[in-house]
């Protein structure tokens, strides 16, 4: 079945998609970046310090309001919250926000398309994933509900008994992903419905944590120091961002599951995103509008590496140890970096940021004590 | 409709720019009901942390409005496109572009802020927080006043502000370019 839909979408791209496709949406001039805006990455130093340091310009007024109506149009952030958009179109409408007529050869690709989606693939699935389900529900985790061509790269690097297993995250398919290849302890966000359902099925089989996002506390810490102790115990798997991100970044990691010690064992998880959208948007799509998209794309196909273990060193903190485990994963991964914390998809960003914003910009204005004035040149 | 009624007021925004920007405004939009408010411009982080966050949401809404809607929405934004070329060289009697190089600098950001002392002392004490004392703030406002001032009100008119800035690359520092 993954076979066919992958051979499938080749025939597709390659009688009909790469040359329409690509000759009418990708003009020789755009960008890779498929966005609204672009950005400059001039830092503050870079605009203001650069034309006179040590005073205060009418003008410094341009750069921040410029940047604050740069966040407006589009912000590094609340993208990451939403399903990446694609240079090159995937005859997926869900993942197409400039969806407009281009020719009718791509139209008859598109609905010929569909048809096979909803009409040939999904009910194999489903009929699939159910005998799935009461296999799953029954014996270990590691069954694949979703036909997904799954390539695990470094197997020597298998998470061992007694280890701490962090990935980044995307969607609960990922743990789904890692069960294939394994057996893990799971420590997650307590969800109610369906998935709750699934949590629950699961806590039967082994032992699992759960917990509600909203009382993380040291109690948290201390269930998995007990863990850990037990070394004849299933590794755990932890996702440090906290929530699902839509895979082109990888965000801030919480430092709880670095301060207990043990041995990481880094995992990175990549999708493909021209064969199906595997991003969970929670506050979007309840988990079965999820499921059903999953079962109606071409199919689910995603790398997963594992990395060499690592340990947190004498001298370092653990929020220095998370950052390295997380540049680790991002560089193998091949996503971007950032420091924003995940958790701003429901809450908001703390005042402190700003008030570090400001006292950078007086750092750079005030010199020798005391601030010059450059407005005349 | 409102996409056609708001590619008949900018004629040369692209329809697929309007689009992508309406698909912005109902994601920042979360109660759903076709306008924004501060609370939904305040949850954007980066804006949340840039010191004159509060002052460039102000921007968007209208004289005493806690609503903004898509049209004013992009009337706002769309002071920032960048000029371009063919665009100069334009009817040049017809009604001036909203982003042009005068439109920006009136853009209600800068506008007011430099008028007189009290607003000055306000906008910087926004940009540097609590890192200057109030004694130094107050006279590098003073300073500025005096310096741009060339009437001898002690207050800056929009006339003095424009020679201010007349050597700084306005139509640069305040363009965003749109793409697509």
Known sequence: ??????????????????????????????????????????????????????????????????????????????????SEELVSWNLLSRTNANLHHVSWQLSVVWVTGILIRYCLLMPFRVKCWLSNQVQMI??????????????????????????????????????????????YSLVGQAHG???????????????????????????????????IADKAKLPILIFPEGTCINNTSVMMFKKGSFEVGGTIHPVAIKYDPRFGDAFWNSTKYSMMTYIFNLMTSWAIVCNVWYLPP??????????????????????????????????????????????????KYCQIVIENGSVGNGNVY | MLICVSSFFFSSVSHSQITRLYSRFTSLDKGENGTLSREDFQRIPELAINPLGDRIINAFFPEGEDQVNFRGFMRTLAHFRPIEDNEKSKDQNGPEPLNSRSNKLHCKKCEPSYRSNYFSFFVLRMMVGVNISDEQLGSIADRTIQEADQDGDSAISFAEFVKVLEKVDVEQKMSIRFLH
């Not at chain 1, 830092?43 to 034309?51: K, L, N, Q, T």
């Not at chain 1, 036909?147 to 743990?175: K, M, Y």
């Not at chain 1, 699934?198 to 007990?226: A, G, N, P």
Request: glycine share 8%; net charge neutral; aromatic share 8%.
């Open chain 1, 310 to 359: 690592m340990v947190k060193e004498e001298e370092e903190d653990a929020v220095h140890f998370a950052n390295r485990v997380k540049a680790v994963i991002a560089a193998r991964g091949g996503m971007s970096v950032l420091p924003w914390d995940g958790g701003l998809k429901r809450k908001k960003v703390k005042e402190s940021f700003k008030e570090e914003q400001q006292k």
């Open chain 1, 193 to 227: 419905g369906f998935l709750g359902l699934i949590q629950k099925s699961c806590m039967q089989t082994s032992r699992h944590v759960l917990f509600d996002r909203s009382e993380m506390k040291d109690r948290h810490l201390v269930r998995k120091k007990e863990h």
């Open chain 1, 138 to 183: 029954c014996a270990r985790l590691g069954v694949r509900c979703v036909s997904g061509l799954i390539r695990f790269h470094n197997r020597e690097n298998r998470p061992q008994e007694g280890g701490i297993c962090v990935a980044n995250h995307t969607s609960p398919l990922d743990v789904l992903i890692l069960a294939t290849d394994g057996c």
């Open chain 1, 1 to 82: 079945m993954n076979v066919l839909s992958f051979f499938l979408l080749r025939v597709f791209y390659s009688f009909f998609g790469i040359d329409i496709v690509h000759s009418t949406l990708w003009k020789e001039d755009s960008f890779i970046h498929a966005g609204i805006i672009q950005r400059e990455e001039t830092s503050m130093e870079e605009e203001i310090a650069g034309r006179h340091q040590g005073c205060f310009n009418l003008a410094d007024v341009m750069y921040f309001s410029k940047r604050g109506c740069e966040a407006v149009a589009e912000d590094e952030v609340t993208r990451r919250f939403s």
